[in-house]
């Protein structure tokens, strides 16, 4: 009988406690995910489209938009949000849910996945903030020509949603060749 408790005992404990899931089934804590795209998935891919492809917001997974935006930019972005759009803050230091880890995953996942250097050719992508002021009337003709009928004459939206209220400004001000969605135009300054 001894021997039989002996067994018994040895082979609960080869199973694991009664009632505890095996290590494989645990359930991973939100915090703990660091996996890009099931973070990706989770908190972002419902504004920014699947493979950050746009939705109801900036293409984020853009060649372009990655040539143009460094790393610091990007996170700063999921961090803290953008004041007066519909971005919130992702990291847990501004009220959001993601770990200082997880926001270095998305940013590192968004350039591993879907920045292409070799997409511009030999073009050189503008800086993501301008060195000198551009030219603010020759701007407003342009978009007076091009755009207003669609964006309304402050850019806020008409036929088409507004481009100043859920864009990075930045991206608009570095940006030196358009390609408007509904119309395929090509401005340049």
């Known amino acids: 009988m001894k021997y039989g408790a002996l067994i018994l005992v040895a082979g609960l404990a080869a199973c694991g406690s009664p009632g505890r899931p095996a290590a494989e089934t645990r359930v991973i804590r939100p915090s703990e995910v ?3 795209r099931v973070l990706y998935r989770q908190n972002c891919s419902g504004c920014h489209g699947i493979d950050g492809q746009g939705a109801l ?13 460094d790393n610091a930019t990007i996170r700063r972005v999921i961090e803290q949000g953008r ?9 847990k230091t ?10 270095d995953v998305l940013v590192r996942g968004m350039r591993e996945f879907w920045a292409r250097p070799a997409a511009l050719g030999s073009d050189k992508p503008p800086a993501y903030t301008a060195s000198q ?3 603010a009337a020759r701007g407003h003709n342009v ?3 091009f755009c207003s009928s669609c964006h309304g004459s402050d850019g806020r939206g008409g036929r088409a949603g507004s ?7 930045s991206w ?3 940006t030196s060749t358009f390609r408007c969605r509904s119309t395929a135009r090509y401005t340049t300054p």
């Open 163 to 169: 481009i100043v209220e859920f864009r990075e400004p």
């Open 94 to 103: 501004a009220g959001g849910m993601l770990t200082d880890t997880q926001v």
């Open 34 to 36: 660091t996996d890009f």
């Open 57 to 69: 917001t900036v293409a984020i997974g853009s060649p372009v938009y990655l040539a143009i935006a």
């Open 133 to 135: 002021p551009g030219d």
């Open 83 to 91: 004041p007066g759009t519909a971005m919130p803050a992702f990291a």
């Open 143 to 145: 978009f007076t020509t």
């Open 172 to 174: 608009l001000r570095a």
